[in-house]
């Protein structure tokens, strides 16, 4: 694959600048006071250990609401729950006429998602679905339900991130949002072969993940059915517009 080297202004200057300081700062008054996920944060961590990390996080959480709450977004779709960080911020947003499906292999982590489900009074608006995602998903479009969603959300087992994608770009609806999690897979993503004023990276993870992740941001750059943009939020999120 050739790459084109990047021609345009660039902002390194500026993001050098963000200093720790700034950084702390952003994360203590440039979000919302969010007492349901300190509670959920903490559960989570008690509960699971490490896996705790898996949350997604609070600045994620707080651009899907603003989103959602622009485009007016009714039906919505997440593959991936984990305890249901990401799914309330999604509930609030879509209003008591929306609805979300969420989806989850594990029974576990999904019993505390439904605890705050039901503190919040979100739990009408949440359908959970206990099954493997692609499974899922195909029955749906065997449903009919081609161009039904407003918004999905992608966040779940990596390796089946390609599937995920084209199969949610038949289900969401033209003028629909597809936001994708770690698409930086903790810097692992980049790519040697893209030059960086003459230089290489020091990053070259192979791993199947960083392959299939790098692959599809790839792809998805030059996708005539979609419109796209990788913040560099979190773990990076691919936010893509359907055509
Ligand atoms: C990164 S976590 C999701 C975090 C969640 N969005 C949040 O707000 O905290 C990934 C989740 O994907 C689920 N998962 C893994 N493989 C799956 C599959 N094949 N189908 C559906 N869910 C799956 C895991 O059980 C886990 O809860």
Do not use: H
Not at 105 to 133: C, H, M, S
Not at 196 to 205: K, R
Not at 212 to 223: G, K, P, T, V
């Amino acid at each position: 694959m050739d790459f084109k080297p990047f021609v345009g202004l660039d902002n390194e200057k500026f993001e050098q600048n963000y200093s720790r300081q700034t950084w702390e700062y952003l994360k203590q008054i440039g979000l919302r006071q969010d007492p349901t996920r300190d509670a959920l944060e903490q559960e989570s961590r008690e509960l699971f250990g490490s896996k705790a990390n898996m949350v997604t996080q609070r600045q994620e959480c707080q651009l899907f609401e603003l989103i959602l709450r622009f485009a007016g977004a009714k039906n919505c779709i997440e593959i991936g729950v984990f305890t249901g960080s990401s799914s309330i911020s999604i509930a609030r947003a879509i209003g008591p006429q929306g609805r979300l499906i969420a989806i989850d292999v594990n029974e576990a982590f999904t019993n505390v998602a439904k605890k705050y489900w039901k503190q919040e009074g979100l739990e009408d608006r949440i359908e959970l679905v206990l099954r493997p995602a692609v499974e899922y998903l195909e029955e749906l479009l065997s449903q009919g339900k081609e161009n039904f969603f407003d918004f999905a959300y992608i966040d779940a087992d990596k390796i089946n991130y390609q599937r995920y994608y084209d199969l949610l770009i038949r289900l969401v609806r033209p003028g629909g949002i597809i936001a994708i999690d770690n698409v930086l897979w903790y810097g692992s993503v980049p790519d040697v072969n893209v030059l960086w004023y003459g230089s290489v990276p020091d990053v070259n993870d192979s791993s199947p993940e960083a392959l299939l992740i790098r692959a599809l941001n790839l792809a998805m750059q030059s996708d005539p059915r979609v419109n796209n943009f990788i913040l560099p939020i979190a773990d990076g999120i691919n936010l893509v517009y359907k055509n």
